[in-house]
């Protein structure tokens, strides 16, 4: 059973775009969500994360969009440069107990100059 | 920021070997850490819990045997792959969190295995 479906699984789009990565969750336990970036042959490095008590969370270029009733939420990247090109992963993890977290399938993003 | 040190970070071992991933927290302590397995262009697969001073929780399909877990002190958690088979080849990354209810869940830079 996929617990976060995440999508699309490839995205291409022009230096200054904005990618838009959208994941879904089934389990209501869940009440952390966090975007991590992977590059090739490196661990995954965390991004962002956001709790379900507020609905948009900004650090940087980055934003989460959080929608509790629809179970979704969405990673967006302002002023997207080629050094963005990697794999990103939503992931959600549950507030009690080990805490682990459960990974999208991931989504390959590439940023033309 | 929270550190987590993997070691090695690639590893070529014949058919029939064992082989043993290093996972450190370098600057804070780490009662649980988790190891998760990577195929090609796919998902992170969590195949156990890390345990410190207890045994490993391992994810269904995960062969306890197989993929031996020890979590000997607070900064270190050990996975040996024992008997080592070419479709044990893939990245193994390990993670840790520090101690606190927000603390953010921090990965080493993975292992790749490749048994041949």
């Known amino acids: 059973q996929q617990q976060v479906k995440q999508s699309p699984q490839s995205l291409i789009v022009q230096k200054g775009g904005i990618p838009i990565i959208n994941c879904a969750y089934e389990?209501?336990?869940?009440?952390?969500f966090p975007w991590y970036q992977q590059f090739p042959g490196k661990g995954p490095a965390l991004l962002i994360a956001?709790?379900?008590?507020?609905s948009e969370k900004k650090e940087g270029r980055f934003t989460i969009s959080f929608n509790k009733s629809a179970k979704q939420f969405s990673l967006h990247i302002m002023d997207s440069q080629p050094g963005d090109s990697a794999t990103y992963f939503c992931?959600?993890?549950?507030?009690?107990?080990?805490?682990?977290?459960?990974f999208g399938s991931g989504t390959r993003l590439q940023v033309q100059p | 920021g929270a550190v987590v040190s993997q070691h090695p970070s690639w590893v070529i071992c014949k058919s029939g070997t064992s082989v043993k991933i290093e996972c450190r927290s370098l600057?804070?302590?780490?009662?649980?850490m988790f190891w998760y397995r990577q195929f090609p262009k796919q998902s992170l697969m969590l195949m156990a819990t890390?345990?410190?001073?207890?045994?490993?929780?391992?994810e269904q399909g995960v062969e306890k045997d197989k993929f031996l877990i020890n979590h000997a002190s607070l900064t270190l958690s050990t996975l040996t792959v024992t008997s080592a088979h070419p479709e044990d080849s893939s990245f193994y990354i390990c993670?840790?969190?520090?101690?606190?209810?927000?603390?953010?869940?921090?990965f080493g830079n993975g292992t790749r295995l490749t048994v041949t």
């Open positions: 890390s345990n410190e001073g207890s045994k490993a929780t391992y």
């Open positions: 600057d804070f302590q780490a009662t649980t």
């Open positions: 992931a959600a993890s549950k507030a009690t107990g080990r805490r682990a977290l459960t």
């Open positions: 956001i709790r379900p008590d507020v």
């Open positions: 993670s840790a969190r520090d101690q606190g209810y927000n603390s953010p869940l921090h």
């Open positions: 389990n209501t336990a869940f009440d952390y």
